[in-house]
């Protein structure tokens, strides 16, 4: 029941940017990206609610394809402070009551 | 200011003990969540709660047990029928109960078992 995520890990020089993916084999209602730091908690990024529909936050943004059912996030001009690891969070259509989240990204960016 | 506090922050036990872990809220949300965290599994939900006086279970309940009789604490029981209980235990707590809004953090507990 777990969305999937890949890449497991990333890493990336300063500037560099990457995609993670998030899919589900269930039908989404909704999407929800955090961003966990070593021994912190999670930090809410944004939340994708209709098909299609994109957000950004800083120079993070992300897409929510619900046909395909999956979400990308993308991560333009790596900062270091980007780091962590980054998990979505999945809302089921007819179980949104409840938000299941994918196995994470590891994301190391070095200077 | 407003926030999640989870209490112990370390904690150990012997096997076959009880542990309550204690998720405390004053942001006056309807909604409260445990998840566990282990490495490379992500977060699994344990058990989530709606309103006051009644939850679910989520996808890995066995071994566990939670009380909400007020709207500001959720706490976790680990029972002695987890098998595996040592994890790092979150709490969290969203604004509404219809549908998932953004989920607000503790700063989690870490179970160790001897």
């Known amino acids: 029941q777990q969305p999937v995520q890949s890449p497991q890990a990333v890493i990336l020089r300063e500037g560099e940017d990457a995609v993670i993916n998030c899919s589900s084999s269930k039908a989404l209602y909704s999407v929800h990206w955090y961003r966990q730091k070593h021994g912190e908690a999670p930090v809410f990024l944004m939340i994708?609610?209709?098909?299609?529909e994109q957000k950004g936050h800083e120079k993070i943004s992300a897409s929510f394809n619900e046909k395909k059912q999956q979400s990308s996030l993308y991560l333009t001009a790596s900062q270091l402070s980007y780091s962590g690891t980054y998990f979505c969070?999945?809302?089921?259509?007819?179980?949104?009551?409840?938000?299941?989240f994918g196995t994470g990204t590891r994301l190391q960016v070095f200077p | 200011d407003g926030g999640i506090t989870q209490s112990p922050k370390y904690l150990f036990r012997k096997e076959g003990q009880n542990v309550t872990l204690s998720c405390e809220q004053n942001l006056n949300h309807d909604a409260m969540y445990w998840y566990r965290q282990d490495p490379g599994q992500g977060l699994r939900l344990i058990y989530y709660?709606?309103?006051?006086?009644?939850?679910q279970k989520g996808d890995i309940a066995e071994g566990y047990s939670v009380s909400r009789e007020k709207k500001e604490s959720f706490p976790l029981t680990v029972t002695s029928a987890q098998k595996n209980p040592t994890a790092f235990y979150l709490c969290a707590s969203s604004v509404t109960a219809a549908g998932t809004g953004e989920l607000f953090f503790g700063e989690g507990s870490r179970l160790t078992v001897l």
């Open positions: 709660s709606q309103i006051v006086n009644d939850f």
């Open positions: 969070g999945t809302e089921y259509r007819g179980n949104t009551d409840k938000l299941i």
């Open positions: 994708l609610l209709k098909g299609g």
